[in-house]
């Protein structure tokens, strides 16, 4: 005998067995190809950024230390969100805009998931940096590899657990058309908006659940930076004040850079302003691919250690390279 969820099943994927992405509106055929090949070049930076943080700090033992455990932990998701949209978004543009169902419920899985890691991946960040500047004595004790290894590992598994619940809430309803999706991605609004079924509690729980998720390490975050800020004010030298302030700064723009723009268009959301689709789908995509693609320049650029390893690294090669050159 059927039960009640086999027959919701089975529903859903007789009337929409595929969706379909539309995308960015009024955009000619004929740019397609051209918008592809933007995605596949979006997606090659990033994943090479990505990956070169994972090889590097793996690779140079100076830089394996907690505070580097985060960034590659952040690194890790970053890549898990662009796999996980960019290729779709490329195959739109450069062969179909039809994907199944059942791909399209596990792309908004993952598009969540990583998603949320980030969120608490930047509370992390901003825990490490509040110890190191407020009880510096107590850090090796407080914030060590193990310490980091385990917060990490709780808050990918969290994350795991809030968003296979929504997931699967999500197909506790009948879905009967339409089958469009008004993204280049599936996520969750898209998707829950195809239910032939009120999804006015289902809408509230996730948006609860979606506020916590964004707001409860940003406002954590918030309250660390400015205890820091305040203890950086009470450091008695410009020079101590500007380097104490310098080994934030990079944990700041990627802050910036990943809730700001996510809290205006959460907030406009709210209280009921919406945005035409193809600039809605241009905020969404800046804000969810623009951090994980400029996180590896920030890195590098912004973090004092890996600047200075990196130069090490690059002199030492010249004077090899001289050194070569000389002999031969």
Same mark, same amino acid.
Request: with cysteine; glycine share 4%.
């Given at each position: 005998?059927?039960?009640?969820?086999?027959?919701?099943?089975?529903?859903?994927?007789?009337?929409?067995?595929?969706?379909?992405?539309?995308?960015?509106?009024?955009?000619?055929?004929?740019?397609?190809?051209?918008?592809?090949?933007? &995605?596949?070049?979006?997606?090659?930076?990033?994943?090479?950024?990505?990956?070169?943080?994972?090889?590097?700090?793996?690779?140079?033992?100076?830089?394996?230390?907690?505070?580097?455990?985060?960034?590659?932990?952040?690194?890790?998701?970053?890549?898990?969100?662009?796999?996980?949209?960019?290729?779709?978004?490329?195959?739109?543009?450069?062969?179909?805009?039809?994907?199944?169902?059942?791909?399209?419920?596990?792309?908004? #899985?993952?598009?969540?998931?990583?998603?949320?890691?980030?969120? &608490?991946?930047?509370?992390?960040?901003?825990?490490?940096?509040?110890?190191?500047?407020?009880?510096?004595?107590?850090?090796?004790?407080?914030?060590?590899?193990?310490?980091?290894?385990?917060?990490?590992?709780?808050?990918?598994?969290?994350?795991?657990?809030?968003?296979?619940?929504?997931?699967?809430?999500?197909?506790?309803?009948? #879905?009967?058309?339409?089958?469009?999706?008004?993204?280049?991605?599936?996520?969750?609004?898209?998707?829950?908006?195809?239910?032939?079924?009120?999804?006015?509690?289902?809408?509230?729980?996730?948006?609860?659940?979606?506020?916590?998720?964004?707001?409860?390490?940003?406002?954590?975050?918030?309250?660390?930076?400015?205890?820091?800020?305040?203890?950086?004010?009470?450091?008695?030298?410009?020079?101590?004040?500007?380097?104490? &302030?310098?080994?934030?700064?990079?944990?700041? /723009?990627?802050?910036? /850079?990943? #809730?700001?723009?996510?809290?205006? /268009?959460?907030?406009?959301?709210?209280?009921?302003?919406?945005?035409?689709?193809?600039?809605?789908?241009?905020?969404?995509?800046? #804000?969810? /691919?623009?951090?994980?693609?400029?996180?590896?320049?920030?890195?590098?650029?912004?973090?004092?250690?890996?600047?200075?390893?990196?130069?090490?690294? &690059?002199?030492?090669?010249?004077?090899?390279?001289?050194?070569?050159?000389?002999?031969?």
């Amino acid at each position: 005998m059927a039960t009640y969820s086999d027959t919701m099943y089975k529903n859903r994927t007789t009337n929409i067995p595929e969706v379909i992405l539309q995308g960015f509106i009024g955009i000619p055929a004929e740019y397609y190809g051209l918008l592809g090949t933007f &995605f596949l070049f979006i997606y090659l930076m990033l994943a090479s950024g990505n990956i070169f943080i994972l090889v590097f700090v793996a690779c140079e033992r100076s830089l394996q230390k907690p505070t580097y455990i985060i960034f590659c932990n952040l690194a890790i998701s970053d890549l898990g969100f662009g796999t996980t949209t960019l290729p779709r978004i490329i195959a739109k543009y450069w062969m179909s805009d039809i994907m199944s169902f059942n791909s399209c419920i596990t792309q908004m #899985y993952f598009v969540h998931y990583f998603g949320t890691c980030t969120s &608490f991946l930047m509370a992390l960040m901003a825990l490490d940096r509040f110890v190191a500047i407020r009880i510096p004595l107590r850090y090796p004790v407080l914030i060590t590899h193990s310490t980091i290894a385990i917060l990490c590992s709780v808050l990918w598994i969290v994350s795991l657990l809030i968003f296979g619940t929504i997931t699967a809430q999500a197909l506790s309803v009948p #879905y009967c058309g339409p089958n469009i999706i008004r993204h280049c991605y599936c996520d969750y609004i898209s998707v829950i908006t195809l239910a032939c079924a009120d999804i006015s509690s289902l809408l509230v729980t996730t948006t609860s659940i979606a506020m916590t998720v964004l707001w409860g390490p940003l406002f954590y975050i918030i309250f660390s930076y400015v205890a820091i800020i305040i203890s950086v004010m009470k450091i008695s030298t410009k020079e101590g004040r500007y380097k104490t &302030f310098l080994t934030c700064t990079p944990q700041l /723009l990627i802050i910036c /850079l990943y #809730y700001l723009p996510r809290s205006f /268009l959460y907030v406009s959301f709210a209280i009921g302003f919406r945005f035409a689709t193809n600039l809605n789908i241009a905020l969404v995509m800046m #804000y969810s /691919l623009f951090p994980a693609l400029i996180n590896p320049l920030i890195y590098c650029f912004r973090t004092k250690e890996i600047k200075d390893t990196l130069m090490r690294k &690059f002199k030492l090669r010249q004077v090899r390279v001289n050194e070569k050159s000389i002999l031969t």
